[in-house]
């Protein structure tokens, strides 16, 4: 089956950039939709920003819209997020998932994920 790796994570200060991707291997992601989560320690994991399998639908979470960008590049099997102007409450450790269907429907679809990569904003 098909897995996901996380990499880009490390340390930004506040309005800073970072370029995550998340490479499959051992399979094709290019009819799955693709989503990013993040988790900090003692919370519960928050949805980031999903991506259809085409690219024609992306949906972000209101408090990463305007600042963080989701994309895909299936000929390479690899999505990736943009993360900018970034904030201290963006700290958190980002996984990528890869869903069992076309489009975002519930986290539940989302079968295969990532080992995540640990982001840190701080000044």
């Known amino acids: 089956q098909v897995q996901l790796v996380e990499s880009g994570g490390g340390f930004a200060q506040p309005g800073g950039s970072l370029r995550l991707s998340c490479a499959a291997s051992g399979g094709t992601i290019v009819d799955s939709a693709m989503a990013w989560f993040r988790q900090v320690p003692g919370q519960e994991r928050e949805f980031v920003a999903t991506i259809s399998w085409d690219s024609d639908q992306k949906y972000y979470n209101d408090v990463v819209k305007g600042r963080f960008t989701i994309s895909r590049d299936n000929a390479k099997n690899t999505l990736y997020l943009q993360m900018n102007n970034l904030k201290p409450e963006d700290t958190a450790v980002y996984y990528c998932?890869?869903?069992?269907?076309?489009?975002?429907?519930?986290?539940?679809?989302?079968?295969?994920w990532g080992q995540g990569t640990l982001v840190t904003v701080s000044s």
């Open positions: 998932a890869a869903s069992i269907l076309h489009h975002f429907v519930d986290v539940s679809n989302f079968r295969t």
